[in-house]
């Protein structure tokens, strides 16, 4: 999977975000309620995953649209589990930073350096999220209409081996024999 200019744009302005907000940000209610709103985030992908794989069938489509419907959903599952992944991270982050840093790990400063970067961690991942989740409705429309192409093409083809032949209806309406016969207008003028 590839860093998108948009993904490094929002990782480093959450991590500088991140830093440069107070020490103990992420205690308490912020914390709580980003892993709430993570969690539900990422309740949804196991099942979207799973309908996105189930809606991949092979019957009566053609193979270029089948490659392109593939890459489509692949590019929507890579997104998917990148956005499960960094959740899980950033959960255990947000942990992390509610443990206080033990007294061992040397002077007050270190302790404060350590909560920062964890806190720059914490916002960047999430930006990474909120980037990466912008992008699968995207995806997913382009999934769409790759699926219509596909039943308009297959309801084209049923229709037209469903249909009689050519000769079949035309033998169904007969026409008189002087239909369309060519006349010359001196001899209508005759009669």
């Known amino acids: 999977m590839r860093l998108r200019i948009t993904d490094a744009l929002a990782i480093l302005v959450g991590l500088a975000l991140g830093v440069a907000l107070p020490s103990g940000t992420f205690n308490g209610d912020p914390g709580r309620f980003l892993v709430t709103f993570l969690g539900l985030m990422a309740a949804s992908i196991l099942p979207s995953i799973s309908l996105i794989l189930g809606s991949m069938t092979a019957q009566g489509r053609s193979v270029h649209a089948l490659g392109q419907l593939g890459d489509e959903l692949e590019a929507a599952v890579d997104a998917l589990f990148l956005i499960f992944g960094t959740t899980a991270l950033v959960v255990m982050a947000l942990i992390a930073l509610a443990i206080p840093t033990p007294a061992f790990l040397g002077p007050p400063l270190v302790s404060v350096i350590l909560e920062r970067t964890g806190q720059g961690f914490v916002a960047a991942a999430t930006g990474l999220i909120l980037v990466r989740s912008s992008q699968i409705p995207a995806i997913l429309r382009r999934s769409l209409a790759i699926r219509r192409q596909i039943a308009i093409e297959e309801a084209k083809r049923q229709t037209l081996a469903k249909a ?28």
């Open 164 to 191: 009689p032949p050519t000769h079949a209806t035309r033998s169904g309406f007969p026409t008189h024999p002087d239909f369309g016969k060519t006349v010359d207008l001196k001899d209508i003028q005759k009669e």
